[in-house]
Nanobody, 117 residues
């Protein structure tokens, strides 16, 4: 079993920054993909960004050049640096880990990010 705990969401004005983090614990195999998804009110959950164990990253077009994902493999944590935030970034942000070996797929409880105009 794997547990994910997010922190670092909050309320910020447009143009501001936030840096939520996610810590994974439990039976985490060496090769995995950690990432962030978000869900705004009345919308489906959508992909934001992810990063592999060896540092390969992917970003949604809507956040490229504004968001940066990074990870610390020794601590099984992933950070999401969010800059130049816009009101449309307002959502609950969920951390996800997919295990390459074993096929496990786990989600965190989510952290609220609210951007005021």
């Amino acid at each position: 079993q794997v547990q994910l705990v997010e922190s670092g969401g909050g309320l910020v004005q447009a143009g501001g920054s936030l840096r939520p983090s996610c810590a994974a614990s439990g039976n985490i195999f060496r090769f995995n993909v950690m990432g962030w998804y978000r869900q705004a009110p009345g919308k489906q959950r959508e992909f934001v960004t992810d990063i592999t164990t060896n540092g390969i990253t992917n970003y949604a077009d809507s956040v490229k050049a504004r968001f940066t994902i990074s990870r610390d493999n020794a601590k099984n944590t992933v950070l999401l640096q969010m800059n130049n935030l816009k009101p449309e970034d307002t959502a609950v942000y969920y951390c996800r880990i997919r295990l390459i070996i074993g096929g496990g797929d786990y989600w965190g409880q989510g952290t609220q990010v609210t951007v005021s105009s």
